[in-house]
Every structure is written in structure tokens, then in C-alpha cells.
């Protein structure tokens, strides 16, 4: 089991930057991989888009097309905790942010994972 807390969110005009952290407790081998999904709407049924991820083992990033260049995911391993560095944010950015964990990249790539609670961040144009 992991519990995951993240923090960071707010509301930003577009250009501006915020940085969201994620925060994993319990068994460290279920977070192996740790990452950020986002969703715009709460509606039933909407699907949370991937934003980015990271592979603690061999600390490999990646990203989604839509924000490559300008997000920046990071880890602190003593601490079990993800950044997620935002920069040049603009308006359609604007989502409920999730971080993710999975102890294999099966999981992972099944969207088999633990999630947070979420952080709001909201760019205005």
C-alpha cells in the first residue's frame, strides 16, 4: 500500500510557473515508478490525462507531447517524494492534478496505480 500527498497547486496567470510535490508513505517498492496525471472536468466517465512520469531506479523521465519543455519531473529518493516543476503554464493547463504510483511499469502502463487526492491548478489567460 502507498499513500500519496500532494501539495502545490493554486491559481496562476498564464506564463507564471508553480511547482506541485507528491509525497509517498507506506512501501516504497510500490512507487517504483511515480508520475502526474491531470483532468480538466470532474464528469463521470472523463479520463485523466498523463502528463509525466519518472522511473526511480534508473531516474528516466517522460512526458506528454502537450507539455514537454516546459514541465520538469524530479525526485528526491531519501524523502520518497516527486516534483513536478511547471513553467510557461497557459490557460488549457488548467486541471486537477494527480499524482500517480506503481511498483512495475506494467502497472504503470495499465494505469494499475495508487492515487492521490489531487491539487487544483487553475491559469488564467
Known amino acids: 500500500q502507498v499513500q500519496l500527498v500532494e501539495s502545490g497547486g493554486g491559481s496562476v496567470q498564464a506564463g507564471g510557473s508553480l511547482r506541485l510535490s507528491c509525497a509517498a508513505s507506506g512501501s516504497t517498492s510500490s512507487s517504483a515508478y511515480m508520475g502526474w496525471f491531470r483532468q480538466d472536468r470532474q464528469d463521470l466517465g472523463e479520463v485523466r490525462e498523463y502528463v509525466a512520469h519518472i522511473d526511480f531506479l534508473f531516474n528516466g523521465t517522460y512526458y506528454a507531447d502537450a507539455v514537454k519543455g516546459r514541465f520538469t519531473i524530479s525526485r528526491d529518493n531519501a524523502e520518497n517524494t516527486v516534483y513536478l516543476q511547471m513553467n510557461s503554464l497557459k490557460p488549457e493547463d488548467t486541471a486537477m492534478y494527480y499524482c500517480?504510483?506503481?511498483?512495475?511499469?506494467?502497472?504503470?502502463?495499465?494505469?494499475?496505480?495508487?492515487w492521490g487526492q489531487g491539487t487544483q491548478v487553475t491559469v488564467s489567460s
Open positions: 500517480a504510483a506503481a511498483s512495475t511499469l506494467v502497472d504503470w502502463a495499465r494505469n494499475n496505480v495508487y
